[in-house]
Structures are given as structure tokens and as C-alpha cells.
């Protein structure tokens, strides 16, 4: 096919017109996967983040994917793609994989075309790279299922022990008083200056990802269709409604509607300690609460939701198809997952056993699992939350600029 052999031909060294210095000798080009379709004009490019803008010259070219997702209409907006480009699309890319198996290019073809396994690279790279304080950016690449799970049951560990100092694991029933064991304000006095610093970082390196490329002013429409877009999770619909690829070519739903219980889970989790928080300093109503106050209710309906979303994703994740993204990601993945599946399974136990005697030891595992989500969610999995509602934002302030490819009068 003649589009076949122009994309070869773009995409190959060969292609490439030969460079020659001043004096006229030939400019050796650079080493593979260090410049963005061999300019110097172009930032320096990391091995994947190279790769992520070879596919997407080949999909620039064939532009039958054009319709699935936010990440190819935002690829028309470009003839070539810079490092700002390529993480911001990286980003916006939702890991569906029906371009995988939509794509007449990808593997075992010769072009090797893979945009979700491509993209996924990328995105990891970015939050390493956009880490605050940098040097804890590594952290991505060492939190995994293990680590988590064991920060988790450590602390758990260690709070079970400083309740067994006051005396003993067991007490009187205290009425669900969970003051009686942890006093107020050092429960405020923990849990506040982590999860303070886990916003502030996770905001720090959303901020520096936003400021790489600023597509535009913000505008009312943009933020709400930016927000409508993050909250119906639209992207997951395949583009047709249909849904997202998991193991194989069938279309589901299902990676979405977990999605869904996990985030509405966790919102309704983070809305009940808002009210919660309301009701102590503004109301003077101190904890425990009835079973159908408020903040019981929607604790309640958010530990369940955070059962369904993370346990339905841990089995979508444990079939998927490798081709699908970054197999190195996946201990990730499963760490973020498996940790918010306890925080809800021990939640929900400690509610349930909150009146006997054994509250204090449950309360103890219980914090000790929040405190590691705390402690990790600034180099784990819950940052992609954040960096892709922002790609969302800057697409839907971008689609309203107009095109400025400068190709010329005609």
C-alpha cells in the first residue's frame, strides 16, 4: 500500500535527508531514541518517550483510530511531537486498548505500533519526573503490591502495640469511642501533616506537568466538559459505547463501572470525614456517630463501593492482556488497588465490631492501612488520577483553539 510506504519511509533513518557540517562532511545523526524525528530543534527525547512519537507519526498518517479517544484528535492538532506533546498525550491516553486491536499496524506487523503499551511508559516517566521533592520519584518504580502491603501491616503493627502499652489489646466496650483509645488531636495531629504533604506534593507535580505546555486560557466551558469528561470516566467507552479491550478483542463495561464503585467509593469516603470533620468543629458534635447519622451512611456506601471498584479491578488487571500496557507498572497498580480494598474491608469491620471489646485492636490495623495510602499516594497509582484530569482539561481547552499547524497560505 502507498500509505504503508510513506510511513516507512518516515519513520525510517534511511528516510531521513543526509545532514553535512560547515565544510560540507556528513553529520553522523544522533543515537536512537534522543531527538524527535532527528531535529535539534526538538527537546531531547528519553527511549520511550522516542518511541511514543514514531507511533504517533504513523498514526497521524492512517488517522483510523480518530474517533476511540481524546489522544488522536489532540494527535491532529500536531505534525510533530516534543517532549511536552508526548507527556501531555500520555497522559491523556486512558489505557482502553481498542487502538491496539483496531490498528492494522500493530504487532506482529512490522511497524510495531502498540499506542497503549507505548503511552503507559511514558506516563510513569512523567510522574517520576514531575515528582516533588524530585529525588522521591523513584518511589514509583518500588511501590508495589508488597511494599504496600507490608507499610501497611508495619504501622498496623506498630499502632496495635502502642494500644497493648496502655494494658491490654482488649477493654471494656467503650461504646464506639474511638478517642477513648487515640485521642482527637493526635489522630488529627498524624493523619493531617501526612495527608497535607501528600496534596501538596501530589499538587507540586501537577502544577509543573500543567506549566510545560499551557494550551490556552481556561475557560467555564472547558473546565465543565473537563469535569464532565473525569466524572463519567467518558473515555472508557471505547468511543462506541461499547467499552474497553481486556484480554483479548471483546468489548466491556466492566473496567469502567469498577472504576465508577472505586472512585464514587472513595469520594463518598473522603464526604463522609468532610462532614464528620463539620459536625466536630462547627456543631460541637463529637464522635461516634449513630449508625444513621450522616457520615455513618455515607461511610458506609463509600467502604462498599471501595469493596466492588478495587476487587473488580484487581481481577480485570490480573487477565489482562500484556500487550495492553507497561507490565513493569502492574505490582503498582496492584499496590494502590490492594490498599484501598483493605482500608475499606477493615473499615467496614471495625463499624461492624465498634461496640466490643476487640475496637481497639481493629481501629489500630484500621489507621495503619490509611496511614500507608497517605504515605504512598503521592508515588503510586492515585496519581494518575490527578495528572489525567488535568490532560482532560488542557484537551478540552485546546479543542477550542484553533488550528495552528502552519502549513502555509494555502
Not at 485521642?183 to 509543573?208: E, K, Y
Not at 470516566?233 to 468489548?251: I, P, Q, R, V
Not at 466492588?308 to 503498582?332: E, T, V
Not at 495503619?368 to 484530569?389: C, E, N
Amino acid at each position: 500500500m502507498q500509505l504503508d510506504a510513506l510511513i516507512k519511509e518516515a519513520t525510517s533513518p534511511q528516510g531521513a535527508a543526509e545532514v553535512r557540517d560547515a565544510s560540507g562532511m556528513p553529520v553522523p545523526p544522533p543515537p536512537p531514541g534522543t531527538m524527535c524525528n532527528g531535529s535539534a530543534a526538538q527537546s531531547l527525547l528519553t527511549a520511550d518517550e522516542a518511541e511514543v512519537s514514531r507511533i504517533l507519526q504513523i498514526c497521524n498518517a492512517c488517522r483510523y483510530c480518530e474517533g476511540f479517544c481524546a489522544v488522536f484528535p489532540a494527535m491532529t492538532h500536531r505534525l510533530e511531537f516534543n517532549k511536552a506533546d508526548i507527556n501531555y498525550m500520555a497522559n491523556l491516553c486512558h489505557n482502553c486498548g481498542d487502538c491496539l486491536h483496531a490498528c492494522q499496524y500493530a504487532p506482529p506487523h512490522d511497524f510495531q505500533v502498540n499506542v497503549p503499551q507505548a503511552m503507559a511508559k511514558v506516563r510513569a516517566q512523567t510522574y517520576q519526573e514531575f515528582a516533588w521533592p524530585q529525588p522521591l520519584g523513584a518511589l514509583y518504580k518500588r511501590n508495589g503490591l508488597a511494599v504496600s502491603l507490608a507499610l501497611a501491616a508495619g504501622l498496623a503493627l506498630f499502632l496495635v502495640l502502642a494500644v497493648a502499652m496502655t494494658g491490654s489489646l482488649r477493654h471494656e466496650p467503650l461504646a464506639g469511642d474511638f478517642y477513648a483509645i487515640f485521642p482527637h488531636n493526635l489522630l488529627v495531629a498524624m493523619f493531617g501533616v501526612v495527608f497535607m504533604f501528600a496534596i501538596l506534593a501530589l499538587g507540586v507535580g501537577v502544577v509543573r506537568f500543567w506549566r510545560q505546555s499551557v494550551p490556552g486560557p481556561r475557560t467555564g466551558a472547558a473546565i465543565a466538559e473537563a469535569a464532565s469528561n473525569v466524572l463519567t470516566l467518558k473515555y472508557m467507552d471505547g468511543g462506541h459505547g461499547k467499552g474497553c479491550n481486556n484480554e483479548d478483542d471483546a468489548f466491556t463495561l466492566w473496567r469502567r463501572r469498577f472504576h465508577h464503585f472505586t472512585f464514587y467509593g472513595f469520594m463518598l469516603c473522603f464526604a463522609a470525614t468532610s462532614v464528620a470533620t463539620l459536625y466536630h468543629y462547627l456543631f460541637g458534635w463529637s464522635a461516634p456517630y449513630d449508625y444513621s447519622s450522616l457520615p455513618v451512611v455515607l461511610g458506609t456506601l463509600g467502604g462498599i463501593g471501595l469493596l466492588i471498584g478495587p476487587a473488580g479491578l484487581f481481577w480485570l488487571n490480573l487477565r489482562r492482556h500484556p500487550l495492553h500496557g507497561d507490565m513493569a507498572q502492574r505490582p503498582m497498580d496492584l499496590g494502590f488497588i490492594g490498599l484501598l480494598f483493605f482500608i475499606s474491608l477493615t473499615g467496614l469491620v471495625l463499624l461492624a465490631f465498634r461496640d466490643t471489646s476487640w475496637m481497639g485492636v481493629l481501629l489500630a490495623v484500621h489507621l495503619g492501612t490509611v496511614m500507608a495510602l497517605f504515605l504512598t499516594m503521592p508515588y503510586g497509582k492515585f496519581a494518575h488520577g490527578i495528572y489525567r484530569s488535568a490532560a482532560l482539561l488542557k484537551w478540552n481547552i485546546e479543542k477550542r483553539q484553533p488550528l495552528n499547524l502552519n502549513l502555509g497560505a494555502d
